[in-house]
């Protein structure tokens, strides 16, 4: 059956997304790209392979099922890392899949202690440290228990990385926080050194503090939003673009189209409204085209009398609201569109592009945002 609209991954576009970002951290610097939030709204099952075709082998998500998906569809033995929630249910299906996890408190540790003495199978994790984020790490007061507790059962542990993250690496305000973090995550680490406890990988950078903050990139970086074709912020292009290559000025190219199909045409005489209300009322006699996508789909009500598409290589307006599965486009100077004709919801028609970034800018959304609540059910194909 037809879907009323697809979404297309470029599979060239993300291969110049890795190739630019291996060169801009260089060769000591491994990659792992997070694929949380169904890998940005892109789909895992989508991602992981076109990853690792590209030459990754780390992935980081958010959850345990994510990690398992991940697990799934790898087909090089990638490593996967689970840096957020994980029920200690779960923990013995995560162990025995060589699948490493954060570790922010006891509780997770010594369930995942528990698990690996019972299988004799070594738990890889991550040791997180509190450096200012708030929301997860271990406490300095916390760290002296800790490291008795990893020093005592060394032989059941695989200590894969001690790792941190920074609260808003993306934007200049937080600057004076972003530097105090990176002073503390390095006395941390060298304190566990004279405690005599290394670990394989330290790692605290994700895109924006990759991009921005070249000291916190070390053995490895986290990157989710840049591999996926976006600066962070407006505010990190800005800051990186006198020291972009000059024949490369626009390295990080969206993987992301959305098209969809006119569904009918209709003529609507001038003084009627449109849709819905009052909202919009024909200032002309005009014609316009309905397209099947709405706020169920995710097209913001929001972008009611705002939202722009594609048709026919032209920018036409939305009119009207937006409603659950449809919205009304002015296609009133087009000539020869009809029934069937491509919708570009976000993408390249002709020579007219519509980026994320605009779209999200009328939605007051950030691409993070938006990427990720682009519904599951919407088809995903991989192209060139
Ligand atoms: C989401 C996330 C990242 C990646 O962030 P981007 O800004 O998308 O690169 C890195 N580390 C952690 C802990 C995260 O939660």
Same mark, same amino acid.
């Given at each position: 059956?037809?879907?009323?609209?697809?979404?297309?991954?470029?599979?060239?576009?993300?291969?110049?997304?890795?190739?630019?970002?291996?060169?801009?951290?260089?060769?000591?610097?491994?990659?792992?790209?997070?694929?949380?939030?169904?890998?940005?709204?892109?789909?895992?099952?989508?991602?992981?392979?076109?990853?690792?075709?590209?030459?990754?082998?780390?992935?980081?998500?958010?959850?345990?099922?994510?990690?398992?998906?991940?697990?799934?569809?790898?087909?090089?033995?990638?490593?996967?890392?689970?840096?957020?929630?994980?029920?200690?249910?779960?923990?013995?299906?995560?162990?025995?899949?060589?699948?490493?996890? @954060?570790?922010?408190? &006891?509780?997770? *540790?010594? /369930?995942?202690?528990?698990?690996?003495? !019972?299988?004799? +199978?070594?738990? %890889?994790?991550?040791?997180?440290?509190?450096?200012?984020?708030?929301?997860?790490?271990?406490?300095?007061?916390?760290?002296?228990?800790?490291?008795?507790?990893?020093?005592?059962?060394?032989?059941?542990?695989?200590?894969?990385?001690?790792?941190?993250?920074?609260?808003?690496?993306?934007?200049?305000?937080?600057?004076?926080?972003?530097?105090?973090?990176?002073?503390?995550?390095?006395?941390?680490?060298?304190?566990?050194?004279?405690?005599?406890?290394?670990?394989?990988?330290?790692?605290?950078?994700?895109?924006?503090?990759?991009?921005?903050?070249?000291?916190?990139?070390?053995?490895?970086?986290?990157?989710?939003?840049?591999?996926?074709?976006?600066?962070?912020?407006?505010?990190? @292009?800005?800051?990186? &673009?006198?020291? *972009?290559? /000059?024949?490369?000025?626009?390295?990080? !190219?969206?993987? +992301?189209?959305? %098209?969809?199909?006119?569904?009918?045409?209709?003529?609507?005489?001038?003084?009627?409204?449109?849709?819905?209300?009052?909202?919009?009322?024909?200032?002309?006699?005009?014609?316009?085209?309905?397209?099947?996508?709405?706020?169920?789909?995710?097209?913001?009500?929001?972008?009611?009398?705002?939202?722009?598409?594609?048709?026919?290589?032209?920018?036409?307006?939305?009119?009207?609201?937006?409603?659950?599965?449809?919205?009304?486009?002015?296609?009133?100077?087009?000539?020869?569109?009809?029934?069937?004709?491509?919708?570009?919801?976000?993408?390249?028609?002709?020579?007219?592009?519509?980026?994320?970034?605009?779209?999200?800018?009328?939605?007051?959304?950030?691409?993070?945002?938006?990427?990720?609540?682009?519904?599951?059910?919407?088809?995903?194909?991989?192209?060139?």
């Amino acid at each position: 059956m037809l879907h009323t609209s697809y979404i297309e991954i470029s599979k060239s576009a993300y291969s110049k997304n890795i190739e630019f970002l291996k060169s801009d951290i260089g060769p000591n610097t491994e990659i792992s790209v997070v694929v949380k939030g169904n890998a940005y709204g892109h789909g895992i099952e989508n991602i992981v392979p076109i990853a690792e075709e590209n030459g990754i082998r780390h992935f980081s998500t958010f959850s345990a099922d994510e990690a398992l998906r991940v697990h799934q569809a790898s087909k090089e033995e990638s490593q996967v890392m689970i840096m957020g929630m994980l029920d200690n249910n779960d923990l013995e299906e995560i162990i025995r899949k060589g699948i490493s996890f @954060y570790v922010f408190e &006891f509780d997770r *540790l010594e /369930a995942a202690l528990a698990i690996a003495k !019972k299988t004799g +199978i070594k738990a %890889k994790i991550h040791v997180e440290v509190e450096t200012g984020f708030h929301r997860t790490g271990f406490d300095w007061d916390e760290l002296e228990w800790l490291v008795k507790v990893l020093k005592e059962n060394a032989e059941h542990l695989e200590l894969q990385g001690l790792c941190t993250h920074y609260a808003g690496a993306e934007s200049i305000s937080n600057y004076v926080r972003v530097r105090k973090q990176i002073k503390l995550y390095k006395k941390i680490k060298s304190w566990f050194e004279k405690k005599g406890l290394e670990f394989e990988k330290y790692h605290t950078a994700c895109s924006a503090a990759t991009l921005l903050y070249p000291e916190t990139k070390m053995d490895l970086v986290r990157l989710g939003i840049a591999s996926y074709g976006f600066w962070p912020t407006q505010e990190t @292009y800005m800051y990186r &673009f006198q020291s *972009l290559p /000059a024949d490369n000025k626009n390295p990080l !190219k969206r993987l +992301i189209s959305w %098209k969809s199909s006119i569904m009918n045409t209709k003529k609507v005489k001038m003084g009627e409204f449109i849709g819905y209300g009052s909202s919009y009322m024909a200032p002309r006699d005009m014609t316009v085209a309905l397209v099947p996508i709405g706020y169920g789909h995710g097209y913001s009500r929001m972008l009611s009398n705002q939202g722009k598409l594609l048709i026919g290589g032209k920018i036409v307006s939305v009119v009207g609201t937006v409603t659950m599965n449809s919205i009304a486009a002015d296609i009133t100077d087009l000539e020869g569109i009809q029934k069937g004709d491509e919708v570009v919801i976000i993408g390249k028609q002709g020579e007219n592009e519509i980026t994320i970034a605009s779209f999200g800018e009328s939605t007051q959304q950030v691409n993070y945002e938006l990427l990720t609540r682009l519904p599951q059910d919407i088809p995903r194909k991989v192209v060139e």
